[in-house]
């Protein structure tokens, strides 16, 4: 027995160091070099793309999708959680009308996005954009039947030429059918199908101005999927005014057959990353697209040695520009992380800027050297990280929003509560059943005055959004919290928010894009 439990402890001492190694490995891969090369890299290919079909605009799928060019017309926002499998949904917070405009105008349009997980198109170009095109595509052909139903086109208009379009329309074949690329499995395409309808209708509801998309469009939205394994003949592309339909093409910038790619050049050799744009927060050091593509060219020649620094300068610089012209240029510094082995080396970023809030500050106090917490002006607010939380000494009550519980000196029920929440990601209707609550712990205990922590994994999420939560519901425009009760269970309702003068319209916004 002693035995089989010593190599047992042998071999999951083994697949801890296996891992170890793995995730070494791939975060030696994942440099700031490697990420801009590999961006640098597919933006050719996405250039190649947009002059077989030079008239169509050039737009980006954010904010992966930023990074691939530097002559975008314009972007949009598909979320790939919208097309995952047994989540579809068609979100009216992204409606993404100007899309549909701009391709009515145009003719059309390319979309540019990527991904990391080794497929060939994001779930945001495989469904969530297919979704959208057919539902709108049957909202046009209703709002138009029903204008010639109800007689709401007048016959003193009989002549005109928006008469005479939508007659058009109507005349011919208005393709409303849901296009789905062929790797989409015929089960997942009836299920999406048979949700078709109650989407168009949850469209109309919403009250977004279908009328002017319908005026714009003279042919059906349909999509088409462009990636670099897909075989093109450069003397048989057709022209976009040939086709029936309005097209949307879909430009998936990465390869997919691996993620990380060794290569070599005459100067430097470095890895590919297959949608090295996703995720910048961990990679970028405060370097944004259009920084980017200022410097490319000197930053891509500089090499793997002097990548890091030449960001640095170049953010700083940038910083400073903005600055001298009064604009939004917080502090941004780098340092490395706690090593979790001997070859990992990450830096975060900290801001140690001031932000106007109910005409106060945002301020920031040091903790210890690794963590920080913020102070949301005189509300006696603050948010941080739970490892803030657990030796953070001078706050009268915490509201914990991670899945890990911790020791602290507050034990008293009424002035600590831990209420677990996940990531939209992995649950996005978490955060909105917690919200009524935190927002009561919060009243009851910054009514009496106490001093109140907010605090998630990371101090950058989930607490953010309960603040702001609770900043809109309990306080004021000049950040006094208000004597008079609200009902928490409306909080929640768009109509409710209305209804509340007092709010701000960008913490409105916020939660309604947050959620839905």
């Known amino acids: 027995m002693l035995a089989d439990h010593t190599a047992t402890s042998m071999d999951c001492e083994g697949k801890i160091s296996i891992y170890r190694a793995v995730r070494t490995i ?14 640098y890299e597919d933006s050719i290919f996405v250039g190649e793309i947009s002059q077989l079909w030079p008239d169509l605009p050039l737009l ?11 002559k975008f017309y314009a972007t949009c926002y598909f979320k ?12 009216t917070s992204r409606l993404n009308l100007h899309v549909a405009q701009l391709a009515g105008q145009k003719g059309g349009c390319i979309i540019v996005d990527s991904t990391r997980k080794g497929k060939r198109f994001p779930d945001s170009m495989s469904k969530t954009i297919p979704i959208w095109t057919c539902v709108l595509n049957r909202s046009i052909l209703n709002h138009i039947s029903k204008m010639r139903d109800c007689g709401t086109i007048m016959q003193e208009e009989a002549d005109s030429s928006k008469h005479a379009e939508y007659t058009r329309m109507l005349s011919h074949n208005w393709d409303c059918s849901l296009h789905l690329p062929l790797w989409v499995p015929e089960t997942e395409k009836a299920a999406i199908e048979e949700r078709i309808d109650g989407w168009t209708k949850q469209l109309e509801d919403s009250g ?3 009328a002017s998309v319908a005026s714009c469009l003279k042919k059906p939205l349909r999509p088409l999927w462009i990636s670099q394994k897909t075989v093109i003949w450069l003397n048989e592309v057709p022209d976009h005014d040939s086709w029936d339909f309005t097209p949307i093409i879909l430009v998936s910038t990465s ?41 490319a060219f000197d930053l891509i020649s500089s090499g793997p040695d002097l990548c890091n620094q030449k960001v640095a300068d170049i953010v700083e610089k940038d910083r400073v520009y903005r600055a001298q012209r009064g604009q939004n240029a917080p502090q941004v510094t780098l340092k490395p992380l706690e090593r979790l082995d001997n070859m ?40 941080g990280t739970t490892q803030l939380a657990a030796h953070i000494s001078d706050v009268d009550c915490i509201l914990n929003c991670d899945q890990e519980s911790f020791h602290t000196h507050i034990q008293d029920s009424k002035t600590y509560l831990q209420l677990p929440m996940l990531s939209s990601k992995l649950d996005r209707f978490s955060i ?32 953010v959004c309960v603040c702001l939560a609770i900043l809109t519901s309990l306080f004021s425009d000049a950040g006094e919290m208000l004597v008079y009760s609200i009902k928490v269970k409306s909080f929640l309702m768009p109509e409710s928010w209305r209804k509340i003068k007092y709010q701000k319209n960008f913490f409105h916004f916020f939660l309604c894009f947050y959620f839905w």
């Open 80 to 91: 790939s959680t919208d097309g995952h499998t047994n989540n579809w949904s068609f979100n």
């Open 432 to 463: 909105l059943s917690n919200l009524p609550v935190a927002v009561s712990f919060a009243k009851s205990n910054l009514g009496k005055g106490n001093r109140l922590l907010v605090c998630c994994h990371n101090g950058e999420d989930i607490s």
């Open 60 to 70: 980006s799928n954010l904010r992966c999708g930023l990074w691939y060019s530097s």
């Open 344 to 383: 990992a080396d990450f830096s975060q970023v900290d801001s140690s800027s001031s932000l106007d809030l109910f005409n106060g500050n945002i301020t920031l106090m040091s903790c210890n050297k690794d963590h920080t917490m913020f102070w949301l002006g005189s509300t006696n607010l603050a948010l």
């Open 255 to 295: 390869p997919s057959s691996s993620i990380y790619q060794h290569r070599t050049t005459s100067e430097f050799s470095w890895s590919y990353i297959a949608g090295a744009g996703d995720d910048e927060e961990s990679w970028a050091r405060g370097l944004s697209p259009s920084l980017f593509w200022k410097h």
């Open 208 to 210: 977004a101005d279908i």
């Open 26 to 39: 791939k975060r030696r891969d994942n440099t700031l070099y490697n990420a801009l090369r590999s961006i």
